[in-house]
């Protein structure tokens, strides 16, 4: 017979199967992005992940466990050795801002993956290229039915009013497409009127319809004017996008272990069972399969966990990670993603944004300008087109009413929180389990088979509340008749065909199934959660399937057995009996187990083979630079003298091993054992082998400890008389902080003769350091305290110094400062010596203080006033400009501006009702009551009786309101109110950015408001003289015998002058 060998051992392991997800922030200032990466799955291969160049590593942590970021001497590229196959990583890094990057950074393929984009306030994601799915781009948003409505609205734009009308509305459009509350369809129905009146007959339909268009127009400059001012504002702050929102809230630690107790229970979904994908979990250790017979060991009975990172080396802390939230976009692909696969982002910048935002408010007004008939000519001024005022002036109540009502809803309040927002809870609520595919394993299980029945006891750990399959007989072989969980029956039990599925809820279970065989001579028992470690008990069957505890696949083969007399003893007893006597020569199995830790140790475990019983004496030799710990075991030459007792099965050692960049490993000539060699290397070590002298390395069998999913420990078996070399290097440590302050709480209070500032940081350290604080000059502290507890401190301790273990921390600081109340408050500021992340800055000012400017960092408060104060001056100035004319107001600017100032603090529907209470007084100055009907004049003087008596309320009111109560100074953004201010920064260096504000005592406004009281006082009796003139022009009220036969009313009295105006 002829044995080819077809292949040996696992020469090429599968390829690593990885999924990435990941959250990426910009930076505030456009410089770069910080990533956070959370990668799961298997690895089969390499045992070391690289990062490219383009990317910064900063911090990575294996299962839960800090990782040291390493360099090799070949690779210019960070990364960190894996040992266990089952992964869980999380890896936070950096990457400098530019147009095109590789999409996953990692220098390893991945079978699926996601990336969350986060932007600040003023970025905007113009397209995404490389991803094969990018929501919310610009470029993403145009549908053919955008493209359909823009071309008919321009091509209708250019055939009604030419080539420079319709270039406007295209390019209008295209800027206006995607913003909340741009008047799409009011451009589209204003045309279409447009249209239809050159076509139309002249008649009454004509003039409903030409009074239809004018409507159109003012509906359209009620639409754009709130949409205009929205653009301006965001132009100038960008986080009044969303004024309602804080950008910055404070999160849960990142870090924090997920424990079950912790666990939200969940049931898996129908239709998606575990026994879907490989759920077999993690050990440190293998276990090792009980033998027969006694052992023998020598050294420590417990073995100690061997040293695997040096604790003079810090592993690095890495950049803070960003907590604020605003614009997310969701890119992902459809399948693996390469190494290699290029990404490219296009973004708009906050000054682009800026300049699109106010060119909108441009191009819509003049775009209006240009559909309603508005021209200006050079030396002959505005042309304002022909219409009849009084139809518009009959509908303009009802058209505003529907207006409002038709305005997108967008521009509401209610419509928070956004779309956005509520997918992103939507894809929280639907996340799986962040366990999957290891919810739950089967640590240990135990078969017993007798002639007639069949149990099998499940030692189950469930990280959720799931439901499990249980092990089955195909074929109806089985019927389970007995089903308890923890020794009570089961009760939330499904059955589908033979198979039996059960609810366990999070934690350690056993489930016992027993049941009568049913008449077959041949079983296979299935199990579709494979178990770590399975015991059999078999009494008249064999097992087939089953390697040292551990099942291959995930079936066990049950066949009954038939007892049939020897052939040799039928025919000749006596030779059976002499051969059973003949002499064996021993034989063993020799396990070598390198540890590469901090020292270098070998483990040697010998077994028995044969004979399974007498004594074997045995020399097994040492390696190169191997020297024996363990007592007990004489050594000669170089080889330790093994003896194994009668009914000893085997013996162990342990020795030091010397360090090397070459280790080689020989296997022996001798026929009396063989040997295997098995690597556990800590991760600051890599090793890998190396072939000599042209020839390829031999395979090793298996690449992981004894579990399917186990550690990373490679085994090779020789042949005799083989070799194999490793080449063993250590990494050089990537260098990095070993102290990173993830966020900084800054409340400063302003008081009457001293200021109390109160500051809360989160650090992390990889080493025990004294941390010093380095406060302002002057300060007095107050308090410090370390993870909750009190820290002795002294008042006149300006660099306080705290002891900081390895681990996350909480560090509180309260101190004082002498500070005389003054127009100017700033923040205390404070160097951290090191830089931080998501820096929280809160200063309150005392109610008696009157708000005038503020600044800080870009994310914060804006003040509205001074912007709604200039527009109020140039409507009071417009104002005035009409006065002096027949039915207008006695009103110059001056008034107008004082009236607007005095009123600009207070609510704005006031003012409205005040100014439109003058022009309609101006108006009534000149109406005809004979036009009227006496029903008609009376209700026209009922509603300025009824308005006379709103703004005379409203112009009183502003009186208390302006001399008791606060002034409101349009306080908004990042959650800020007058007299509570809050910034964030997202990055800063080792000072914190300060924020500061101009305010005046409350008297002197208060005093302003009262020199205004009296002068609004003045002149309101100059203003009611003339308005009650103006409404008794005519008559104060008529009666139906006041008109005359033909229709026409009589009219009596003299007309009455306008007042001198009072300044």
Not at 466 to 486: C, E, F, H, K, T
Request: overall charge positive; some cysteine; proline content about 7%.
């Amino acid at each position: 017979m002829r044995l080819v060998e077809q292949r040996r051992g696992d020469p090429q392991p599968a390829r690593n199967q990885l999924k990435l997800k990941r959250q990426m922030w910009l930076d505030f200032s456009g410089d770069g992005y910080t990533l956070e990466d959370q990668i799961s799955g298997v690895m089969n291969r390499d045992w070391r992940l690289e990062m490219g160049p383009d990317y910064q590593l900063g911090r990575v942590a294996v299962n839960g466990q800090p990782q040291l970021i390493t360099l090799r001497a070949e690779s210019a590229s960070a990364g960190v050795e894996i040992r266990q196959r089952q992964v869980r990583i999380n890896a936070v890094s950096r990457l400098p801002r530019q147009l095109d990057v590789p999409a996953v950074g990692w220098l390893n393929d991945f079978d699926q993956a996601a990336i969350t984009l986060h932007l600040p306030p003023g970025w905007r994601l113009f397209t995404a290229t490389g991803v094969d799915r990018a929501t919310a781009t610009w470029l993403g948003s145009w549908d053919l039915w955008d493209i359909f409505l823009l071309l008919i609205i321009s091509l209708t734009a250019l055939r009604l009013c030419g080539a420079g009308t319709g270039l406007l509305a295209l390019v209008t459009l295209v800027i206006t497409h995607g913003e909340s509350g741009s008047p799409l369809f009011g451009w589209l129905n204003l045309l279409a009127v447009m249209a239809l009146l050159p076509v139309m007959p002249t008649g009454r339909f004509r003039g409903v319809l030409d009074r239809y268009r004018w409507l159109s127009v003012l509906a359209l400059v009620l639409i754009i004017l709130p949409f205009s001012v929205g653009q301006i504002r965001q132009g100038i702050y960008p986080q009044l996008e969303r004024p309602w929102q804080q950008v910055y809230q404070p999160q849960l630690d990142r870090n924090r272990p997920n424990t079950q107790g912790g666990a939200e229970s969940r049931i898996m979904p129908d239709g998606k069972l575990l026994s879907e994908e490989p759920v077999e979990m993690v050990f440190d250790e293998a276990v090792r399969p009980s033998s027969p017979g006694r052992s023998a060991s020598y050294g420590p009975v417990k073995r100690k966990a061997m040293a695997a990172l040096d604790p003079d080396i810090a592993t690095q802390t890495g950049p803070g990670v960003p907590g604020w939230r605003w614009h997310q976009f969701q890119l992902s692909w459809s399948g693996p993603v390469t190494a290699d696969q290029p990404m490219g982002l296009y973004l708009l910048p906050p000054w682009l944004n800026s300049l699109l935002a106010f060119s909108r408010v441009l191009l819509l007004t003049l775009l209006l300008l240009a559909l309603a008939g508005i021209r200006y000519r050079r030396g002959n001024g505005w042309r304002l087109p022909k219409f009849n005022t009084a139809p518009v002036a009959s509908g303009l109540a009802l058209l505003a009413g529907l207006t409002l009502l038709a305005m997108p809803a967008g521009q509401a309040l209610a419509q928070w929180p956004s779309p956005e927002l509520l997918g992103e809870l939507e894809q929280r609520l639907l996340e799986a389990p962040e366990c999957l595919p290891s919810c739950a394993v089967i640590t240990r299980s135990k078969v017993t088979v007798d002639e007639q029945r069949l149990r099998v006891d499940l030692w189950v750990d469930s990280h959720d509340e799931l439901l499990i399959p249980l092990p089955a007989v195909g074929d109806g072989g089985w019927w389970v008749s007995n089903l308890s969980v923890d020794g009570k029956p089961a009760t939330a039990v499904q059955r589908v065909g033979d198979q039996l599925r059960i609810v366990l809820t999070a934690g350690s279970h056993r489930v016992v199934l027993s049941g009568r065989l049913i008449g077959k001579d041949n079983l296979q028992l299935n199990f579709p959660l494979r178990p770590h470690n399975l015991a059999v008990q078999l009494q008249g069957w064999q097992a087939a399937g089953l390697v040292d505890g551990q099942l291959p696949g995930n079936s066990l083969g049950l066949q009954r057995r038939r007892a049939k007399k020897s052939s040799l003893a039928a025919v000749d007893p006596g030779r059976e009996a002499t051969m059973a006597a003949t002499y064996i020569a021993p034989f063993v199995k020799v396990e070598r187990t390198i540890e590469l830790g901090l020292d270098w140790y070998v483990t040697t475990d010998v077994r028995r083979i044969a004979p399974t019983s007498g004594a074997i004496n045995v020399q097994i030799p040492l390696l190169d630079g191997e020297s024996l710990t363990s007592a007990g075991l004489p050594v000669e030459d170089g080889k330790v003298a093994v003896t194994l007792a009668p009914g000893q099965s085997s013996r162990h050692w342990r020795s030091t091993l010397a360090k090397t960049d070459l280790l080689t490993l020989q296997a022996t000539d001798d026929p009396r054992w063989v040997e295997s060699w098995s690597i556990n290397s800590s991760p600051i070590w890599h090793a890998e082998p190396v072939g000599r002298d042209g020839i390829e390395p031999i395979p090793p069998i298996k690449q992981q400890s004894g579990q399917v999913l186990g550690p990373w420990r490679p085994q090779w078996r020789p042949w005799p008389g083989e070799q194999l070399s490793f080449r063993i290097i250590r990494p050089a440590g990537m260098a990095g902080e070993a102290l990173t302050i993830d966020g900084v709480g800054l409340k400063h209070v302003s008081g009457r003769r001293q200021s109390e500032t109160t500051m809360a940081i989160n650090l992390r350290a990889s080493k025990g350091v004294e941390y010093p604080l380095q406060l302002p000059a002057g300060a007095r502290l107050e308090m410090i305290k370390l993870d909750g507890r009190e820290q002795p401190i002294s008042e006149q301790q300006a660099r306080p110094q705290l002891p900081i273990s390895p681990g996350s921390h909480q560090v509180e600081v309260r101190w004082s400062q002498e500070q005389a109340r003054s127009w100017w408050t700033e923040t205390p500021a404070v160097d951290l010596g090191s830089a931080s992340s998501n820096i929280d800055l809160t200063l309150a000012l005392p109610r008696d203080r009157w708000l005038l400017f503020l600044g800080g960092p870009q994310i914060g408060p804006a003040l509205l006033y001074w912007g709604v104060l200039v527009v109020i001056l140039l409507v009071a100035f417009g104002l005035g400009r009409l006065g002096g004319r027949a039915g207008r107001p006695p009103l110059k600017s001056r008034h107008w501006m004082l009236l607007g100032l005095g009123m600009s603090t207070g609510t704005f529907p006031a003012a409205i009702i005040v100014v439109a209470w003058l022009f309609l007084l101006g108006w009534r100055e000149q109406v005809n009551p004979a036009r009227y009907s006496a029903r008609q004049f009376n209700l026209i003087q009922l509603g300025l009786a009824l308005l006379s008596l709103a703004a005379l309320g409203a112009l009183l009111g502003t009186i208390p309101f302006g001399l008791l109560a606060q002034p409101d100074m349009g306080v908004v953004g990042n959650g800020s109110s007058r007299h509570l201010l809050r910034w964030y920064q997202d990055i800063s260096v080792a000072s914190l950015p300060s924020a500061w504000v101009i305010s005046l005592p409350i008297w002197v406004y208060r005093l302003a408001m009262l020199i205004w009281s009296l002068w609004l006082a003045n002149a309101l009796i100059g203003w009611l003289r003339w308005g009650w003139q103006a409404v008794s022009q005519g008559g104060l009220w008529l009666k139906p015998s006041q008109v005359a036969a033909d229709g026409q009313r009589i009219v009596g009295g003299v007309k009455a002058d306008k007042p001198p105006t009072t300044d």
